[in-house]
């Protein structure tokens, strides 16, 4: 039960604490020294200074868990422990990746003669407590290695097996596209009910309400009934909501497959319209309403102007 885990962020660094404190031995590293810091009370926990030292702390056949940001940051701790590691470990992306580049990646781990495991992580902020739902993807016999640590991550049937490399991070691509339009469909319809002045409804006790025995309950419904709870106005948040990558992932691939996915789709266009990306789509719309009809435009205010 000894594991190294690449990667010490928000995500990462709980991870390494449910291990622990579920009787695994961790190697961990991460490239911030605060971040190694904040773990360095942690037992069960040693933390090293680079990728070198946490192989060679480990003994062979190893399994190395990486938790980093999708993109290059990525590539590189891969390309790097691969060529660090030896033959018969196991490497684990645990971080949002295209199925697509694990794919790639599980041959460029092979022919170090390293097998490949990719794993969906969801769970957030809550998963030291509650756990982390995993879909992974793999060889069965290497993720027979890792499935030790896995039943210490999630929880009771709280994990899965998903098919060969590729199929873990393809299932959790399309969870985070369902979430998208899960998020979206709730915004919509509170949205509507705090326009309907008329009613003063009171969006915190409807949704505590929906909570119990309502077909559209939820987590996602959980966190928004808590948060309402502190008021429904929400005047002092930018309507802004990133997007991770995986709900464009999830919309290129409902291209190439043929398969209809317009609420998953659509709600990532809502999520670009929030950043702004819509803007000058609405301004040009005005202009050409004031073109054919005289309609008034309304001039740009501070709070209206780009950031």
Not at 287 to 296: K, P, T, Y
């Amino acid at each position: 039960m000894q594991i190294g885990m690449v990667g010490l962020g928000r995500m990462g660094a709980n991870m390494v604490r449910r291990m622990a404190r579920g009787g695994a031995k961790v190697a961990a590293f991460d490239v911030s020294p605060a971040a190694r810091t904040a773990l360095d009370k942690e037992t069960g926990v040693s933390l090293h200074a680079d990728l070198a030292a946490l192989v060679s702390a480990l003994p062979a056949p190893r399994v190395v868990w990486v938790m980093l940001p999708s993109g290059e940051i990525t590539e590189q701790a891969l390309q790097s422990l691969a060529k660090l590691m030896a033959k018969g470990d196991v490497l684990v992306d645990g971080g949002n990746a295209n199925y697509k580049d694990s794919q790639r990646r599980a041959k460029d781990a092979a022919a170090y003669g390293i097998h490949f495991i990719d794993a969906g992580v969801s769970g957030g902020v809550w998963g030291l407590a509650n756990g982390y739902a995993l879909m992974l993807g793999g060889d069965k016999d290497a993720f027979a290695r890792v499935e030790p640590f896995v039943k210490l991550l999630a929880p009771e049937n709280g994990w899965t097996h998903c098919g060969p490399v590729g199929s873990g991070h393809y299932v959790k691509m399309i969870h985070n596209g369902i979430e998208y339009g899960m998020m979206q469909a709730y915004a919509e319809g509170l949205s509507m009910m705090k326009a309907k002045e008329e009613f003063n409804l009171d969006l915190a006790e409807i949704t505590e309400m929906w909570r119990h025995g309502s077909v559209v309950r939820s987590w996602l419904l959980d966190l928004t009934a808590e948060f309402l709870k502190g008021g429904q106005a929400l005047d002092s948040i930018d309507p802004i909501v990133a997007d991770s990558g995986e709900g464009r992932w999830t919309a290129i691939e409902a291209v190439e497959l043929g398969v209809p996915a317009p609420v998953m789709s659509l709600a990532l266009m809502a999520r670009f319209a929030s950043q702004g990306k819509a803007d000058y789509g609405s301004k040009l719309l005005a202009m050409m309403r004031a073109g054919f009809g005289g309609h008034a435009v309304q001039p740009a205010t501070a709070t209206s102007k780009p950031k």
